[in-house]
């Protein structure tokens, strides 16, 4: 090789090399470049050293300066890529970013929510929509148009939380059929979730504010066959298969009145602890709306009818995921509300 052309080569050698090293995107693609052209058996640089040989003795000192540069500007470049690289790599505070990330805990939906969304979406399939009202109430809209006796002891400052001044916190979510009769003309199919507020002590199994959701439909012509029908339809959505009873019952704004159990998916009617020995898990209440209920928001009573139903989704929730006391769904403890919350709730970031 003539030393021009040896020249050459180390000029391409060093560009090449140079832009193959600076250019490297990661760790891997910088040792490819490394062995590529600084590799000890198949390097160019080597190789380049190796064609020395071939020069002649005159032209050896000019050759062997110029592999020198090249080399050097090559090794050069290869450290400090190197260091870019993993500077990269470990982060600004030195930690290593290559490690996996941990899972990260996003947060999810509370059980009662997820019961209350399964509920909406079973009664929004079988045409009903939903309806909300305020959760400061009046005693009309609380009481008096649902037609409790003045003198009844859900009344009572006991059982109920009065505001100062007028009005009261909703006992339950029934005002809202009240101010939906008034404001609609039926058919009505209204679900109602929201928040209730009683005045009761904290403890394992009551709690002052609770969620509730109920049900109203109104229409002309409709009777018990169409609450039975369509509660049954409910449980059969949300229970399984399950069988269901209706048991007679009282309510001031439902005449009749019945109390709807579903039997125990746990043990199948048998008894168990869950059922407390009787087979079955009492769900809801329900019944027709009472005349003066329809009257007391301006409907014609001889004209339309309907009926009504409530429930608890809260302790939907604790028999569903076998919350032992009602307190953990108010605690926000997130070892709790990780272990129900659907796998879709946390991520890796
Ligand atoms: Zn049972």
């Known amino acids: 090789m003539n030393l021009q052309d040896y020249l050459n080569e180390a000029e391409s050698i060093e560009r090449e090399g140079g832009v193959a090293l600076t250019a490297a ?8 470049a490394r062995i590529a052209f ?26 062997g300066k110029r592999f020198n540069e090249a080399r050097t500007r090559l090794e050069a470049l290869l450290a400090e890529r190197k260091t870019a690289l993993s500077r990269a ?24 929510t997820l019961v209350i969304e399964e509920i909406e979406g079973i009664f929004r399939e079988l045409g009903f929509s939903i309806a909300q009202g305020p959760e400061a109430e009046s005693d009309w809209y609380n009481f008096g148009a649902l037609n409790f006796p003045p003198n009844h002891p859900a009344l009572d400052a006991h059982d109920t939380l009065y505001l100062e001044g007028e009005g009261l916190l909703r006992t339950h979510t029934s005002p809202v ?15 109602i979730p929201g928040n209730v507020y009683r ?3 904290f403890d394992a199994s009551h709690a002052p504010m609770f969620a509730q959701i109920e049900g109203l ?11 039975k029908s369509t509660l049954n339809q409910f449980a059969e959505r949300f229970f399984g298969a399950a069988k269901t009873r209706f048991r007679p019952s009282f309510f001031p704004f439902t005449e009749p009145s019945a109390e709807m159990d579903v039997q125990c998916g746990i043990c199948g009617g048998t008894g168990c602890a869950a059922c407390k020995g009787t087979g079955w898990i009492e769900i809801l209440g329900s019944g027709m709306v009472h005349p003066n209920v329809l009257e007391a928001a301006g409907v014609d009573s001889e004209k339309y009818t309907g009926w009504a ?16 006391d009602i307190r ?20 890796t970031t």
């Open 328 to 347: 953990i769904l108010y605690d926000s403890d997130v070892r709790f509300l990780e272990r129900i919350a659907q796998p879709t709730g946390g991520a």
């Open 199 to 201: 005045r009761d002590f």
């Open 177 to 191: 059929q009240v101010r939906t009769l008034q404001r609609y003309e039926p058919p009505i199919r209204v679900l």
């Open 309 to 324: 139903f409530g429930m608890g989704p809260g302790r939907i929730a604790i028999s569903r995921y076998g919350i032992p």
């Open 217 to 227: 439909c109104v229409d002309e012509g409709i009777s018990f066959v169409d609450l």
């Open 89 to 112: 790599v470990a982060g600004a505070s030195g930690e290593d970013l290559t490690l996996p990330a941990r899972r990260q805990w996003l947060g999810a939906k509370h059980p009662v």
């Open 25 to 32: 995107p990661d760790i891997d693609a910088l040792e490819q």
């Open 38 to 63: 600084l590799g000890d058996r198949q390097g160019r640089v080597k190789a380049l050293q190796e064609a020395l040989r071939g020069i002649s003795k005159e032209d050896k000192p000019a050759a």
